[in-house]
C-alpha cells in the first residue's frame, strides 16, 4: 500500500504567499482547546472555524487545528479558531460571537445538525459563507461541503473485517456494530458503508449480525455496550465493527478483561496514535487513514477562495444530499485508505503521526519489527 506523501500544504503556502505577497508574521497558530488561535494579520480577510470538542477524537485539536492555521496565515488570513468542547451552547456563543466579528467565511464541525443549523443560517443571514467541514449539517443549507467519501469510509471496515476474519480462518462469524453518535451524521454514513461491505457474507449466510449499538463516540460507552451484547450472546461474538478508534479502545479494554484480545477482531478509524499502537499490538484488525492534510488543504483553500470572491465551483465539484433540504451541497470528498498492521509505517512516513508517539517503551519491539525507527 502506498500513502501519498503531503505536498498539497506546501504547493498551498507558497502559492498564497505569491498570490498575496505576504505570508503571515509571527500569530501563535496554537491553543488549548476551548480557546481562539488567530493566524494571518488578517489583511486578506477572516475566517471563523469551530471545532467540535477534544474527547470524540483526537484529531480535531493535534491534526485540524494546525493545518488550518498553518493555511490561513500563510494566506494572510486571520483565522478565530476555537473548540466548543463537546458543549451546544458554547457552540452558539461562539458562532454569534464569530458573526459579530464579522468573519467572511464560517468553517464548522456541528456537534449535532439543530445546533449546527442554527449557526448557520445565523451566518447566512449575516451574508456569511458557510463551510461544513467532515459532518454535513442536515437543514443546514452549508454553502459549501468539505470531507471524505464517509460511505467509503465505512465500506473499508466492513471489507477490513471481513479480510481479518478470513486471515484469522474464520468462514462464519458473529458480528457485533458498534455506531458512532447517532446526532452525527456521518456516524449514519459509515454505518451504510459498513453494512454494505458485510452484506455479501450476510446474505450468504456466513456472517450473522447478532448487535448493533451506538457507543456515541465514546470508549467507556462503547465499552459497555460492547459487554452487554457479548453477555447477551454468551460470548459467541467473532467480530467487530468499531466506527473509530476511541471506542475501539473501550472494546478492546473489555476483550482483554476477558483474555481475549486479538482473538476477536475489532475496526477502528482516525489512525489515531493509540490505534496505531493497537494494530502493532494485534489487539485491533484494522484503521482507517483520512489523510487530515487533504481535507485541511481542500477547506482552507475553499475558503480562501470565497473570501477574494473567486468561483469556487471547480473546487467543489462534488455533491452530497441534505436529505432534510431535500438539495445537493456542493462538496468536496477526499478518499480514505484501509491501514492494516503492515501499513502502520506508511502512516507515519506519511508524516500523519510521529514515530517517537507510537513507539513508546511498551511498543518498541513491535515498532522495530514493522520497520519503524
Given at each position: 500500500?502506498?500513502?501519498?506523501?503531503?505536498?498539497?500544504?506546501?504547493?498551498?503556502?507558497?502559492?498564497?504567499?505569491?498570490?498575496?505577497?505576504?505570508?503571515?508574521?509571527?500569530?501563535?497558530?496554537?491553543?488549548?482547546?476551548?480557546?481562539?488561535?488567530?493566524?494571518?494579520?488578517?489583511?486578506?480577510?477572516?475566517?471563523?472555524?469551530?471545532?467540535?470538542?477534544?474527547?470524540?477524537?483526537?484529531?480535531?485539536?493535534?491534526?485540524?487545528?494546525?493545518?488550518?492555521?498553518?493555511?490561513?496565515?500563510?494566506?494572510?488570513?486571520?483565522?478565530?479558531?476555537?473548540?466548543?468542547?463537546?458543549?451546544?451552547?458554547?457552540?452558539?456563543?461562539?458562532?454569534?460571537?464569530?458573526?459579530?466579528?464579522?468573519?467572511?467565511?464560517?468553517?464548522?464541525?456541528?456537534?449535532?445538525?439543530?445546533?449546527?443549523?442554527?449557526?448557520?443560517?445565523?451566518?447566512?443571514?449575516?451574508?456569511?459563507?458557510?463551510?461544513?467541514?467532515?459532518?454535513?449539517?442536515?437543514?443546514?443549507?452549508?454553502?459549501?461541503?468539505?470531507?471524505?467519501?464517509?460511505?467509503?469510509?465505512?465500506?473499508?471496515?466492513?471489507?477490513?473485517?471481513?479480510?481479518?476474519?478470513?486471515?484469522?480462518?474464520?468462514?462464519?462469524?458473529?458480528?457485533?456494530?458498534?455506531?458512532?453518535?447517532?446526532?452525527?451524521?456521518?456516524?449514519?454514513?459509515?454505518?451504510?458503508?459498513?453494512?454494505?461491505?458485510?452484506?455479501?457474507?450476510?446474505?450468504?449466510?456466513?456472517?450473522?449480525?447478532?448487535?448493533d449499538q451506538t457507543g456515541k463516540w465514546d470508549a467507556d460507552v462503547a465499552g459497555t455496550a460492547f459487554e452487554q451484547l457479548y453477555t447477551q450472546n454468551g460470548g459467541k461474538v467473532d467480530g467487530v465493527v468499531s466506527a473509530n478508534d476511541t471506542m475501539a479502545g473501550g472494546i478492546i479494554a473489555r476483550l482483554k478483561a476477558n483474555g481475549l484480545n486479538g482473538k476477536v477482531p475489532v475496526t477502528g478509524q482516525d489512525a489515531s496514535v493509540a490505534g496505531l499502537q493497537a494494530l502493532l499490538a494485534g489487539d485491533q484488525?484494522?484503521?482507517?487513514?483520512?489523510?487530515?492534510?487533504?481535507?485541511?488543504?481542500?477547506?482552507?483553500?475553499?475558503?480562501?477562495?470565497?473570501?477574494?470572491?473567486?468561483?469556487?465551483?471547480?473546487?467543489?465539484?462534488?455533491?452530497?444530499?441534505?436529505?432534510?433540504?431535500?438539495?445537493?451541497?456542493?462538496?468536496?470528498?477526499?478518499?480514505?485508505?484501509?491501514?492494516?498492521?503492515?501499513?502502520?509505517?506508511?502512516?507515519?512516513?506519511?508524516?500523519?503521526?510521529?514515530?517517537?508517539?507510537?513507539?513508546?517503551?511498551?511498543?518498541?519491539?513491535?515498532?522495530?519489527?514493522?520497520?519503524?525507527?
Open positions: 500500500m502506498h500513502v501519498q506523501s503531503l505536498t498539497k500544504a506546501v504547493a498551498l503556502a507558497a502559492a498564497c504567499c505569491l498570490a498575496l505577497t505576504a505570508c503571515g508574521g509571527d500569530d501563535d497558530d496554537t491553543a488549548t482547546p476551548g480557546s481562539g488561535a488567530t493566524a494571518g494579520t488578517g489583511d486578506g480577510g477572516k475566517v471563523g472555524v469551530i471545532l467540535p470538542d477534544a474527547s470524540t477524537s483526537p484529531r480535531w485539536e493535534a491534526n485540524d487545528r494546525p493545518l488550518l492555521a498553518a493555511s490561513f496565515k500563510a494566506a494572510d488570513i486571520a483565522a478565530d479558531i476555537q473548540n466548543a468542547d463537546g458543549d451546544t451552547s458554547k457552540f452558539g456563543t461562539i458562532c454569534d460571537g464569530m458573526i459579530n466579528a464579522g468573519v467572511n467565511v464560517l468553517l464548522i464541525v456541528n456537534l449535532d445538525s439543530d445546533s449546527g443549523s442554527a449557526c448557520l443560517k445565523k451566518a447566512q443571514a449575516a451574508g456569511i459563507k458557510t463551510i461544513d467541514y467532515d459532518r454535513l449539517t442536515l437543514g443546514g443549507g452549508a454553502s459549501y461541503y468539505v470531507s471524505f467519501d464517509n460511505v467509503a469510509v465505512g465500506k473499508l471496515m466492513g471489507d477490513g473485517l471481513t479480510k481479518c476474519l478470513t486471515d484469522a480462518g474464520k468462514t462464519a462469524a458473529n458480528v457485533v456494530l458498534i455506531n458512532g453518535d447517532p446526532t452525527d451524521n456521518n456516524a449514519a454514513l459509515f454505518k451504510q458503508g459498513y453494512v454494505e461491505g458485510l452484506k455479501p457474507k450476510v446474505d450468504a449466510g456466513d456472517y450473522k449480525v447478532v448487535g484488525c484494522m484503521t482507517v487513514y483520512k489523510a487530515i492534510q487533504k481535507e485541511a488543504d481542500a477547506a482552507a483553500e475553499l475558503a480562501i477562495a470565497l473570501i477574494k470572491g473567486e468561483d469556487a465551483s471547480d473546487l467543489a465539484s462534488g455533491k452530497v444530499k441534505d436529505t432534510v433540504l431535500n438539495t445537493d451541497v456542493p462538496s468536496v470528498l477526499e478518499e480514505p485508505e484501509a491501514i492494516f498492521k503492515a501499513d502502520v509505517k506508511a502512516v507515519i512516513d506519511d508524516g500523519f503521526q510521529k514515530a517517537a508517539d507510537i513507539c513508546t517503551a511498551e511498543y518498541a519491539a513491535a515498532c522495530t519489527e514493522a520497520g519503524i525507527s
